[in-house]
């Protein structure tokens, strides 16, 4: 156990942040505060989704707990020890998969082992035991652009999976596929999440998607972006979206999240000269 003056946590929590802030381009006339004291505590193998308006520092916490950029204020923690740089422990994956066109899909997914000089073998053997928890075994061979938006989207996760992370790190990783393609991609990850034994923070705005997903919702307010409240959903995956329970939980989120977006479209509409 740490404890004060950082308020005690455990050193075995996957992610722990206490009083983060991060201000960009920090003095200077466009100084712009994104995220103001955020304290939050991730349990190893616990599927955390961030839900907030768009612009209120989601994806800038991310890439704050990737160890991407350096916070302003507080501090992070994984695992016991802070997250000052980038680590193999903890993956993150974007919106748009950044495929390298040129590589066919194995060496994208053991890019990260080539760049630690592994063997061509020990790659090869990874990146297909990571395809095959992807359920794309059959693809090793192809280039990126012969696959879906979808299948692109396994790739991305099979890459991240090579390198067996402890936190998955998910920027709106569906929010590009169509509606029932992202429906497949949920069930498929939390069978993923379940096996890998990886912690997950999950990035969106869609309240349906933090439902099906989330162990604990954590509800950002608009910018700067605090934690307004965290919903824990403690319901049996896979989760009928049809549910009275789930139902319940899409109005108490859709509540917490109206004044929220009204603020971040109020500050969006000043920003705008008349
Ligand atoms: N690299 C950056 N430099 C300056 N400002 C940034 C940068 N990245 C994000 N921002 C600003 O920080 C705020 C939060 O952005 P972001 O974390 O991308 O929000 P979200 O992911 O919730 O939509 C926004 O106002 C955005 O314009
Ligand atoms: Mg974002």
Redesign the pocket.
């Known amino acids: 156990m740490v404890s004060e003056p950082y308020g005690s946590f455990s050193s075995k929590d996957a992610v722990v942040c206490r009083g983060v802030g ?1 201000t ?2 920090e003095g200077t006339p ?1 100084a ?1 505060e ?2 103001r004291g955020i304290d939050l505590d991730v349990k190893p193998g616990e599927f955390i989704v ?1 839900l ?12 704050l707990i990737a160890g991407l ?1 350096q916070q302003s204020k507080g501090h992070i923690w994984s695992f016991g020890d802070p997250a000052e740089g980038p680590s193999p422990d903890r993956s993150l994956i974007f919106q748009e998969t950044s495929l390298f066109p040129w590589l066919n899909v194995w060496q994208n997914v053991s890019f990260g082992l080539s760049i630690r000089g592994a063997p061509l073998e020990e790659r090869r053997a990874v990146a297909k035991e990571a395809l095959a928890r992807v359920g794309l075994v059959e693809a090793m061979e192809k280039r990126p652009d012969e696959l879906s938006g979808g299948m692109r989207q396994r790739v991305a996760v099979a890459r991240a999976l090579a390198m067996r992370p402890k936190v998955l790190l998910m ?2 990783p569906f929010a590009a596929l169509d509606v029932q393609t992202r429906a497949k991609m949920q069930d498929f990850l939390l069978d993923v999440w379940r096996d890998s034994g990886a912690s997950v923070l999950f ?1 969106t ?1 869609h309240i349906d998607e933090a439902v099906a997903l989330a162990d604990r919702v954590v509800v ?1 307010t608009a ?3 605090r934690i307004k409240t965290i919903i824990p959903i403690d319901l049996p995956r896979p989760r009928n979206p049809f549910s009275p329970e789930c139902e319940k939980l899409r109005m108490q989120l859709t509540e917490e999240m109206r004044s929220e977006v009204d603020r971040a479209f109020a500050e969006q509409e000043a920003l705008v000269p008349a």
């Open positions: 991060k960009w381009a466009r712009h994104a995220l961030l907030g308006p768009s612009g209120c520092g989601k994806s800038t916490l991310l890439y950029e920027d709106e990035v705005h950002f910018r700067p972006g």
